[in-house]
């Protein structure tokens, strides 16, 4: 014998909106500005902090006058949230630390918004100039401590893609397209270039005469950079964006 027992069962309903809707994309009809940078695949933990890290800003929305926080979107870089050790400046020395990489992803968005037309609120160099993007347009970032934001000064949202494809970073700007906009070049003035001290010590247990070189140096840096707007060739603006130092580094050597 089977008996239906009628039940009823009240069911806690939470609606959700999605992070980004149809109104958010409304308005966007092409690319506003990209940029890409390459780098060594080979290096298995970086390249997953920057797949990560590229990961957490794509498809992120930015409305008109908002400010765009890249540790907002990215978040901590721990062994938690999924990022490896590797090689990272710390006190101008190249150490391992988690995250490793990171700053190419912000330093690409960087230059993006840059040709985007995008105002930069905060953007910091690197204690040494990185070989992935030309010297004077990286931006680095810390845990709580240094971020990369911009704000959407355009009249509409925009939209951003970001990818690993291979060995490069590729950052794409979507949004509502000028008529006839003027051409946006990143152009760097004022190069100077610091030669390394030499450091001599004194060390009685090599031979007479020996040089051991501890440290080869690095030569230091300063340039100034400016965002310079083209049209039909004649320029039209130039902005101050900033202008960086990178220290030198002493040559140590033993004699």
Not at 91 to 114: E, F, H, I, M, R
Not at 154 to 162: A, P
Request: aromatic share 8%; glycine share 8%.
């Amino acid at each position: 014998l089977h008996v239906k027992i009628p039940l009823t069962v009240q069911l806690a309903v939470a609606e959700l909106q999605p992070a980004v809707t149809a109104r958010d994309l409304d308005g966007i009809d092409g690319l506003l500005a990209s940029y890409s940078t390459q780098f060594n695949p080979e290096d298995k933990n970086r390249s997953q902090n920057i797949a990560l890290a590229a990961k957490n800003i794509n498809g992120v929305v930015v409305r008109r006058g908002e400010v765009f926080s890249f540790n907002t979107h990215v978040g901590p870089r721990l062994a938690q949230n999924g990022y490896k050790l590797a090689p990272v400046f710390i006190n101008g020395k190249l150490v391992p630390d988690w995250g490793g990489g990171v700053c190419q992803v912000s330093s690409t968005l960087y230059n993006a918004a840059l040709l985007a037309d995008m105002k930069i609120e905060e953007r910091t160099p690197h204690f040494r100039p990185p070989a992935y993007v030309p010297l004077g347009q990286d931006a680095t970032v810390a845990d709580n401590y240094l971020d990369f934001k911009f704000r959407n000064t355009s009249d509409h949202n925009i939209y951003i893609i970001c990818d690993v494809s291979g060995n490069q970073v590729n950052v794409h700007i979507l949004g509502r397209l000028k008529a006839n906009p003027p051409e946006i070049q990143i152009i760097a003035t004022d190069r100077k270039v610091w030669e390394p001290n030499t450091v001599i010590k004194q060390d009685p247990q090599l031979e007479l005469g020996k040089e051991v070189v501890e440290a080869e140096g690095q030569k230091g840096f300063r340039v100034s950079t400016y965002r310079v707007k083209y049209w039909a060739g004649r320029e039209i603006g130039r902005d101050f964006l900033a202008t960086d130092e990178y220290q030198p580094e002493d040559r140590d050597v033993r004699v």
